[in-house]
C-alpha cells in the first residue's frame, strides 16, 4: 500500500489573539460596544451532548427495544433527539448558561443491529458507529428537524459544531455486512507504539477501518448503491460525488467519499464547525483535504445565506486527538515522530491536561494556560474539559466540588467545554460497565425538583454555572485576554484583550458581604462596572469598587 504524503498549503484564516505581549500594567479601557462581541472560537463556550441521552423532543422517533434483544444497562436507546435539542434552545437553556456553541454526538445512519463488546449489548445511540453518512438516523430525527435545529441555534446567536468520523464505519452484525476490502481493513489491531501501529490498524475488534492510506480509486460499496436506489436517490447521489470529485480534485478514494459526505453537512445546513473524532488514527493530509474543502463550503454557504449566519470567523475545525496535553506543545508524539495537527486545519485540540491541572490552585491553571496560549500556541487555541463521553478519569468523578469546578473551568484561557450535566451534577457513577457509566440521560427531574449534591442544591449549582457562563460569553478577555494576579487573598486576577478592547476582574475567596476592590490599573473613575455574580452596578470612585453580596465571588467588567 502507498502512504499519502500531502503538501498542501492549508490557509490561515484565524486572527493571532492579544498577540503576546505582556500586561503588567495596562491601560484603563473606558468604551466598550453595548452589544455583546460576536463570541470567538478562542474564547468559546462548547456545550457537548449525547444526542439520545440529552432531551426527548418527540415521541415518534423513540426506538424499541426488543425482549429478545435487550441492551445491556444504559448500553440502549433512551429517547433523546434533535428535536430534543432545538426545544431547548428556544427555551433559552444554552442561552442563560453562556453557551456559544453547540456539540452534539453524530447524527448521521448508524447500523441497524448490536454488538456486544464485552462489556454488554451495545446499540449505536451514541452515534459513533456509521452507516449511511448521506443520511440522519431516524432514531435521531429527520433532516428537516436538523435544519430547524442549525436555524434556531443561530437565531440564538449559537454556532453549530458536527462531530464527525472519517476513520471507520460501524461494526458488523447480522444485519450490517462488511465493507468492500478496497473501503476497509479489518486488522491489525492498534499497538500505539508508533506512528504507523496507530494510524495503519483498527481501533477495536470488529470495527472496520477505512484504507485512508490508500491510493486506490474504488467504486461505491453494493451495499449503498442497493440503498440508494431502494430510495429513490442513486442519480442524485451520483452526479453529486461526480460534480465533487470534478471540484476538489480529489482522488475516488475511500476517505475522499467520506470527507464529500460530511461537507455535505455545511453545504445543506450551515454547520459552523466540525468536531474530528479519532484525530490521530488517521493520515493527517486527510484533516487537511477536509478542511480546505469544507472551509470552501462555509464561505459559500455564507455567501449565498447572507441572513443565515451568526458567525464572521471562518470554518472551524478542533481535533480529538486523545491524550494531547497542552503542555506538549503544539506536537503530538508518537515515538518514532510528532505530528503538528495545527498545521493540518485544526484551530484547536481537546486538551487531556486540564481534568488534571483541575485539581490545582487557581493561579497555578491561569497562569499556566495563559504562558501556552500566548506562547507557544499562539494563534491556535485548545478546548479544556473536566468531563466526557469516553474518559474513564473525568476531574471530579464523583461530583464531589461541582461548584469549584464551574470556577475553574468557565475562568480558565482558552475555550471549554461542558459535557452535558456537568452544570447540574449529573451522575457520572451509574450502574454500568465501561464508559457506559459517563452517558446516563440528563438529570433534569434532578435540578427542577432542587436535589443536593454533596451539600449543594443543584438549582443553586446552575445558578452558578450559569453565571460563570454569562460573563464569559460577554467578555472575550476571560478566554482570549492575558492574564495576570493583582491579589493573592482574596485571589484576584485581570484579563485584557487588545483585540476585543475588553478588559476584566475577577476576585475569588471573599469571606465577607462587603468587599472592597481595587480597580485603578484597569478601569478609570468614574467608570460603570457591573458584577455578574451578585447581579449589581457599581462605579469606579478613587480606583475603588465596594460590592456587598452574600457570594464569594466577584465578576466585574463592563456591561
Known amino acids: 500500500m502507498h502512504r499519502i504524503y500531502s503538501f498542501l498549503l492549508t490557509v490561515s484564516f484565524y486572527l493571532c489573539?492579544?498577540?503576546?505581549?505582556?500586561?503588567?500594567?495596562?491601560e484603563p479601557v473606558n468604551e466598550k460596544s453595548e452589544d455583546a462581541p460576536e463570541s470567538s472560537w478562542d474564547n468559546a463556550t462548547i456545550y457537548f451532548l449525547m444526542t439520545d441521552r440529552f432531551y426527548n423532543g418527540d415521541t415518534s422517533n423513540d426506538y424499541k427495544h426488543t425482549a429478545d434483544n435487550p441492551p445491556a444497562p444504559f448500553r440502549g436507546f433512551m429517547g433523546g433527539d434533535i428535536a430534543g435539542i432545538t426545544a431547548k434552545i428556544n427555551e433559552g437553556y444554552f442561552t442563560d448558561l453562556g453557551v456559544t456553541a453547540i456539540w452534539m454526538t453524530p447524527l448521521v445512519e448508524q447500523i441497524n443491529g448490536s454488538v456486544d463488546e464485552g462489556t454488554g449489548n451495545s446499540f449505536p445511540f451514541h452515534g459513533y458507529w456509521a452507516r449511511d453518512w448521506t443520511a440522519i438516523d431516524k432514531r435521531f430525527?429527520?433532516?428537516?428537524?436538523?435544519?430547524?435545529?442549525?436555524?434556531?441555534?443561530?437565531?440564538?446567536?449559537?454556532?453549530?459544531?458536527?462531530?464527525?468520523?472519517?476513520?471507520?464505519?460501524?461494526?458488523?452484525?447480522?444485519?450490517?455486512?462488511?465493507?468492500?476490502?478496497?473501503?476497509?481493513?479489518?486488522?491489525?489491531?492498534?499497538?500505539?507504539?508508533?506512528?504507523?501501529s496507530t494510524t495503519d490498524c483498527t481501533l477495536v475488534e470488529n470495527l472496520p477501518d477505512i484504507r485512508t492510506e490508500s491510493l486506490e480509486?474504488?467504486?461505491?460499496?453494493?451495499?449503498?448503491?442497493?440503498?440508494?436506489?431502494?430510495?429513490?436517490?442513486?442519480?442524485?447521489?451520483?452526479?453529486?460525488?461526480?460534480?465533487?470529485?470534478?471540484?476538489?480534485?480529489?482522488?475516488?478514494t475511500a476517505v475522499n467519499y467520506i470527507l464529500k459526505w460530511l461537507v455535505d453537512f455545511i453545504k445543506e445546513y450551515g454547520v459552523d464547525g466540525f468536531r474530528v473524532d479519532t484525530v490521530k488514527h488517521t493520515e493527517e493530509y486527510?484533516?487537511?483535504?477536509?478542511?480546505?474543502?469544507?472551509a470552501a463550503a462555509y464561505e459559500t454557504y455564507k455567501d449565498e445565506h447572507p441572513s443565515d449566519q451568526i458567525s464572521d470567523e471562518p470554518f472551524y475545525m478542533v481535533g480529538e486527538v486523545y491524550n494531547y496535553y497542552i503542555s506538549g506543545g503544539r506536537a503530538y508524539d508518537f515515538g518514532d515522530q510528532k505530528v503538528d495537527y495545527f498545521d493540518h486545519g485544526f484551530k484547536a485540540l481537546i486538551n487531556f491536561d486540564f481534568k488534571t491541572d483541575a485539581s490545582k490552585s487557581y493561579e497555578t491553571i491561569f497562569s499556566k494556560y495563559d504562558e501556552l496560549l500566548h506562547g507557544a500556541l499562539a494563534g491556535k487555541s485548545v478546548v479544556n474539559y473536566i468531563?466526557?463521553?469516553?474518559?474513564?478519569?473525568?476531574?471530579?468523578l464523583e461530583r464531589k466540588n461541582p461548584i469549584d469546578a464551574g470556577t475553574k473551568l468557565l475562568l480558565c484561557p482558552g475555550a471549554v467545554q461542558i459535557y452535558y450535566g456537568d452544570e447540574s451534577a449529573r451522575s457520572l457513577t451509574v450502574d454500568a460497565q465501561g464508559d457506559a457509566t459517563l452517558r446516563s440521560f440528563m438529570n433534569w427531574d434532578e435540578v427542577s425538583g432542587g436535589t443536593q449534591i454533596n451539600g449543594v442544591n443543584r438549582k443553586d449549582l446552575l445558578a452558578h454555572w450559569q453565571k460563570l457562563g454569562t460573563f464569559r460569553r460577554a467578555h472575550p478577555s476571560v478566554g482570549t485576554g492575558r492574564h495576570q494576579m493583582l491579589k493573592s487573598s482574596p485571589y484576584t486576577f485581570?484579563?485584557?484583550?487588545?483585540?476585543?478592547?475588553?478588559?476584566?476582574?475577577?476576585?475569588?475567596?471573599?469571606?465577607?458581604?462587603?468587599?472592597?476592590?481595587?480597580?485603578?490599573?484597569?478601569?478609570?473613575?468614574?467608570?460603570?462596572?457591573?458584577d455578574y455574580y451578585s447581579e449589581q452596578s457599581v462605579m469606579v470612585e478613587d480606583g475603588m469598587v465596594e460590592i456587598e453580596s452574600d457570594y464569594d465571588i466577584v465578576l466585574l467588567g463592563r456591561r
Open 17 to 26: 489573539v492579544s498577540a503576546c505581549s505582556s500586561v503588567s500594567t495596562p
Open 141 to 196: 430525527g429527520t433532516k428537516e428537524q436538523l435544519k430547524e435545529m442549525v436555524d434556531a441555534a443561530h437565531d440564538a446567536g449559537i454556532k453549530v459544531l458536527f462531530d464527525v468520523v472519517a476513520n471507520h464505519i460501524g461494526p458488523v452484525t447480522a444485519a450490517d455486512p462488511v465493507w468492500p476490502d478496497s473501503w476497509v481493513k479489518t486488522g491489525p489491531r492498534c499497538q500505539y507504539q508508533d506512528y504507523e
Open 217 to 252: 480509486e474504488v467504486e461505491l460499496p453494493p451495499y449503498l448503491i442497493d440503498k440508494w436506489t431502494a430510495e429513490g436517490r442513486l442519480d442524485q447521489e451520483l452526479a453529486e460525488l461526480d460534480q465533487w470529485f470534478s471540484q476538489t480534485g480529489y482522488a475516488r
Open 286 to 294: 486527510v484533516w487537511s483535504n477536509l478542511w480546505n474543502a469544507a
Open 387 to 396: 468531563s466526557s463521553h469516553d474518559d474513564g478519569g473525568p476531574y471530579d
Open 494 to 530: 485581570s484579563r485584557s484583550s487588545a483585540t476585543y478592547q475588553d478588559q476584566v476582574i475577577v476576585s475569588l475567596g471573599h469571606t465577607d458581604d462587603k468587599k472592597e476592590i481595587e480597580v485603578r490599573r484597569h478601569f478609570s473613575n468614574g467608570a460603570q462596572l457591573y
